[in-house]
């Protein structure tokens, strides 16, 4: 997660403060740069989205989608 996050800072696209009140906390805030590349990526993201198992029913994509949740979670116990 550091270094998702560090890279994230070091593209300007979150800054990362830590709270005086807590200071084993980071707080992380999206720039101006971080939302504008959000938004002109969001509906190209979601129309992408909407097309996987765009043939799979809303039931089959529900199942399909807590098999994959069990899955990842199996993995990462380990």
């Known amino acids: 997660m550091t270094k998702l996050v560090r890279s994230l800072e070091d593209r300007a696209l979150v800054s990362r403060r830590v709270p005086d009140e807590d200071?084993?906390?980071?707080?992380?805030t999206i720039t101006d740069k971080g939302q504008t590349l959000v938004d002109e990526i969001a509906p190209w993201f979601f129309a992408f989205?909407?097309?996987?198992?765009?043939?799979m029913n809303a039931t089959e994509r529900e199942?399909?989608?807590a098999?994959?949740?069990?899955?990842?979670a199996s993995?990462?116990?380990?």
């Open 49 to 55: 989205e909407d097309c996987l198992g765009e043939k």
């Open 23 to 28: 200071r084993r906390g980071v707080e992380l």
């Open 63 to 65: 199942k399909l989608k």
């Open 75 to 78: 993995e990462t116990e380990d």
């Open 67 to 72: 098999q994959l949740l069990k899955f990842i």
